[in-house]
Structure formats: C-alpha cells, structure tokens
C-alpha cells in the first residue's frame, strides 16, 4: 500500500514558478511510475505529466510541454513537479498519482494523493 502526499501548492501570478511536491510512503513506489494530474472548477480532471520508475522517460501535456518539468527522487520516494511561466488557465487542483503502469489515462493509477490547489492570478 502506498500513500501519497502533495505540497507546495498557493496563489502565485501569471509568469511565476512553483514546485508541488508529492512525498509518497509505503513500500513499493521506488518500482512505480508516477503523475501529476489536475482538475479545474467545473471541468474533468486531466493529465499533465508522467514518469516511468526508474526517472528515464516522462510525457508531458502539449498545455504543459516546455514549462513543466517532472521528476522522481527514489531516495527520498518523492515526486516534484516545476511549473514554470503559469497562466491563470493552469489554476487546479493538483493530485500526484502511482501505479505500476505507465500512461496517461487517469484510470491506470491505483494510489493517489488528496491534491494541493495551484491558482494563477492575471
């Protein structure tokens, strides 16, 4: 069983950096992939970033490509991921996911974290 854990979320401006991190526990999430899902008021939740076990490959949203970056320290079985340049179109709720498989279906992930809100202000 692995539980899950974000931070790092809050109230930034349009332009800014932020990095969530996802503190993961339990035995077993150095061998899981994991991701960085959102969902905004009204809409479905949807994927933004992933990374295969061991840190090597990762798939980003085209929303996302060139200014979020996601990466996976199996010392410290932590999850990060750096936002940089927000829009106010990045405001979220953000959940870390873990599971064995890899992909970028939200249905794949067996653990996940309660989320940390990110909002972007114009």
């Known amino acids: 069983q692995v539980t899950l854990l974000e931070s790092g979320g809050g109230l930034v401006q349009a332009g800014d950096s932020l990095t969530l991190t996802c503190a993961a526990s339990?035995?077993?999430?150095?061998?899981?992939?994991a991701g960085w899902f959102r969902q905004a008021p009204g809409k479905e939740r949807e994927f933004v970033a992933i990374i295969s076990w061991n840190g090597v490959t990762t798939r980003y949203a085209d929303s996302v490509k060139g200014r979020f970056t996601i990466s996976k320290d199996n010392t410290k079985n932590t999850v990060y991921l750096r936002m940089n340049s927000l829009k106010p179109e990045d405001t979220a709720v953000y959940f870390c996911a873990a599971d064995k498989a890899y992909g970028s279906k939200d249905y794949l992930y067996d653990y996940w974290g309660r989320g940390t809100q990110v909002t972007v202000s114009s």
């Open positions: 339990g035995q077993g999430f150095i061998n899981l992939a």
